[in-house]
C-alpha cells in the first residue's frame, strides 16, 4: 500500500543538480539581477525557507526552476496575450509565483496581476526568491479557490470575466474529481471569449485518485481532462478549445531520481485552454 504510506520526505532532494534550468537563470537574471553562485546559493537558502513552509513536490524537487509554460511551443503566443495593453492576469494557487515572474522578466506588466493561494506563506517566501518585493505589483489574494464565490469575494467579483490569461501550474491536480469541477468552474467565472488557461500537472497513463498528505488527488490523462471539460462547458455553456498533451517527466526536466517514488505510469500534461464562447 506505497500511496498512503508516502510522507514528503520522498520528494525532497538536497542537491540543485542540473535543475537549474536556461529559464529560470534567465528569469532570476533580468527581472532579479541574480547570477552565478551568488544565484545558486540564493537558491539553497530560500528552498529550504521554502520547504519549511510547505512540503509540496514543487518546492522539495526544485520544480519551481523547471521551463514550465516557457517550454510550450505556444510559448508565444502566451506571452501575446499578456502583453495585450490592460491584459489582466491571475496565477492560481500561485505558490511561489515564478509564472508571473517568468512573465515580467520577458517584459509583461506586473501591475494586472493576482496572484491566488489559500496559503499565503510560498507567495511571501517569493518575495525574497526574487528580491522583488518593491518591483512586484501583483496583488495576492489569500483564498480558498474551492470555497469562493467570485461573486461574492472582494477581490475576485472586480474579475469576473475579465481576466485574460490564467495560470495554473500543478494547481487543480491537487484536487479529487468533484474539487476539480469546482475548481474549473470558478475559472470559468472569471474568463470571456478569448480567455487562454495556461499550465501543466502531474498525470497517470490509467487516471486515477491517489491519496497524498494534503487530500484525495486525482490524476489525469489526457482523455479524463477532456471528460472533465466537457462537463465544465456543458455546465457553465461555454465552449472552449482543449488543447492538451501528455508528456514524458523528463521532457519537463525532471531526472529519474526525481520520479522515483512514482507509480510507472507517470506523466505529465501541458494544457491550453481557450475560451471560444
Ligand atoms: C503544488 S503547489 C504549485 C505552485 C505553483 N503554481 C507552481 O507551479 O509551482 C500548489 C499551490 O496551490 C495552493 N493551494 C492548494 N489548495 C488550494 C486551494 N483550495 N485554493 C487556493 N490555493 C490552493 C497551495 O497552497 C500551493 O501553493
Redesign the pocket.
Known amino acids: 500500500m506505497p500511496a498512503l504510506a508516502l510522507d514528503s520526505s520522498s520528494w525532497y532532494q538536497v542537491e540543485i543538480g542540473p535543475r537549474l534550468t536556461a529559464t529560470a537563470e534567465f528569469v532570476f537574471l533580468n527581472w532579479s539581477g541574480l547570477a552565478g553562485e551568488e544565484l545558486v546559493s540564493h537558491l539553497y537558502r530560500v528552498r529550504d525557507q521554502a520547504w519549511t513552509v510547505?512540503k509540496?513536490?514543487?518546492v522539495g524537487l526544485w520544480?519551481?526552476l523547471l521551463d514550465?509554460i516557457a517550454g510550450f511551443p505556444q510559448f508565444p503566443a502566451i506571452l501575446e496575450i499578456a502583453k495585450q495593453p490592460q491584459a489582466k492576469i491571475i496565477?492560481?494557487?500561485?505558490?511561489?509565483g515564478?509564472?508571473l515572474r517568468l512573465l515580467a522578466a520577458h517584459g509583461v506588466s506586473t501591475e494586472n496581476m493576482w496572484a491566488?493561494?489559500?496559503?499565503d506563506g510560498?507567495w511571501k517566501v517569493g518575495y525574497d526568491l526574487f528580491r522583488d518585493q518593491t518591483q512586484m505589483q501583483a496583488k495576492f489574494l489569500h483564498?480558498?479557490?474551492?470555497?469562493v464565490d467570485p461573486a461574492l469575494n472582494q477581490g475576485l467579483s472586480p474579475l469576473r470575466g475579465e481576466v485574460d490569461l490564467m495560470?495554473a501550474?500543478?494547481?487543480t491536480h491537487?484536487f479529487d474529481w468533484a474539487d476539480q469541477l469546482t475548481a474549473s468552474k470558478n475559472m470559468v467565472d472569471l474568463s470571456k471569449p478569448g480567455t487562454m488557461i495556461v499550465g501543466f500537472q502531474q498525470g497517470r497513463e490509467t487516471a486515477r485518485a491517489i491519496p497524498r498528505p494534503?487530500g484525495m488527488m486525482f490524476y489525469h490523462n489526457k482523455d479524463s481532462f477532456l471528460q472533465l471539460w466537457d462537463v465544465v462547458q456543458q455546465q457553465t455553456e461555454t465552449k472552449w478549445k482543449l488543447d492538451i498533451t501528455e508528456i514524458q517527466l523528463k521532457d519537463w526536466g525532471m531526472l529519474d531520481v526525481d520520479v522515483a517514488w512514482m507509480p510507472d505510469d507517470h506523466m505529465g500534461l501541458n494544457f491550453i485552454l481557450t475560451r471560444e464562447a
Open positions: 510547505s509540496y513536490p514543487c520544480m519551481f514550465g496565477d492560481l494557487g500561485c505558490g511561489l515564478q509564472d491566488l493561494d489559500i496559503d510560498l483564498a480558498d479557490f474551492l470555497k495560470l501550474s500543478q494547481f491537487l494534503w
